[in-house]
């Protein structure tokens, strides 16, 4: 079993609802969904050689930090699920298809992504794309998707979350330090 750890809000949760219950009587899902523990990994087929799955569901594909989680924990192969169609066939499918796809990139894993809406992908570690599924259409695609035992934590898995609060001071550093100069 999996729960999703990062719950959409007003379908999945609603803000608040455990300081003021009343609220759940005016969302539609209720109080909303159970949260889950975090970025979890699971052993798939035979644990000697089997790949270890870091499962993400719907949009907790976009956080960093929890495909680094998952990293962290040993996960061999990305597997995404998720269900597109809150926003139709425009361009949403592709925006959440790329930026999936890019926590495959950071973490240097496999990342298979399945949707019943939207689009299905294969993303091998080298970031190599497969095949993109046609959105709407029924599809099906037969890959074999090779993986690293045990790959070693990226640097980005390992320091991405520190990186745009260094980089934020060395620039807020840099325009203190240009101010401080005198006009020629």
Known sequence: PYRKTQL???GETIPFVET??????????GAG?????GPTVMPFGD?????????QICYESLDPQFSSG?????????????????????????????????RGLETRRPMIRS???????????????????????KWAGLYNVQFRKSAPVTFYSEF???????????????ILLGRRREPI
């Open 70 to 102: 998952l990293s962290k924990k040993g996960a061999d192969v990305l597997i995404n699920v998720t269900n597109d169609s809150w926003f139709g066939p425009r361009f949403e499918p592709q925006q959440h298809l790329y930026m999936t796809l890019a």
């Open 115 to 137: 949707t019943n809406t939207g689009i299905s992908a294969v993303l091998l570690a080298d970031g190599t794309v497969l095949e993109e599924s046609p959105i709407g259409e």
């Open 8 to 10: 959409l809000v007003f």
């Open 33 to 37: 969904f159970g949260r889950g523990p």
């Open 160 to 174: 991405g979350a520190w990186l745009s609060g260094v980089i934020f001071v060395v620039l807020l550093i840099a």
């Open 47 to 55: 644990p000697e050689t089997g790949p270890k799955l870091g499962v």
């Open 20 to 29: 003021f219950p009343i609220l759940a009587k005016y969302n539609p899902g």
